[in-house]
């Protein structure tokens, strides 16, 4: 609640992780009160985070960063996957679920999520006259859990 105003700065947030990305640990997942209140970590300069913490209460400290997604958004990324030239994440190239269920995606295939998120990008333009979503995740610039 209230990320719009928070994005570009200092937050200190506190969950359980979920998960750690597989490739090369540099995301985790932190979930709140329940399993709809998921956030994306991002390493950033801390390199890796410790796949130990799957499973724990993890303390974080970063920036609040938005990722909007827009129509030049959605075009560049179906071609990326014409071309076969985007980076591939999670098992399959419809991405990594812990990503997705952070999002609110329910679409199985690239085609789907594309489809789905310009729906909703029509949606918020009229009712708010924002032409793109909103996605927040945290940039670490620390990290601390329970071993």
């Not at 980076?87 to 812990?98: F, I, M, V």
Request: charge should be neutral; charged fraction near 30%; hydrophobic fraction near 35%.
């Amino acid at each position: 609640a209230g990320a719009d105003s928070l994005a570009g700065k200092e937050v200190w947030i506190e969950g359980v992780c979920t998960h750690a990305c597989k490739h090369g640990a540099r995301k985790i997942f932190l979930m709140g009160s329940d399993d709809t209140q998921t956030i994306r970590v991002e390493s950033g300069k801390l390199g890796k985070f410790d796949p130990q913490c799957v499973g724990s209460i993890v303390r974080v400290k970063g920036i609040l960063r938005e990722q909007r997604v827009d129509e030049d958004y959605l075009r560049s990324w179906e071609e990326q996957v014409r071309t076969q030239a985007g980076e591939q994440h999670g098992t399959t190239a419809a991405g990594c679920d812990s990503e997705k269920k952070a999002r609110g995606e329910t679409a199985a295939t690239v085609e789907g999520r594309i489809a789905d998120f310009r729906r909703k990008i029509a949606e918020r333009n009229a009712a708010e006259g924002k032409p793109y979503l909103s996605f927040y995740f945290v940039e670490a610039q620390s990290y601390e859990f329970d071993r």
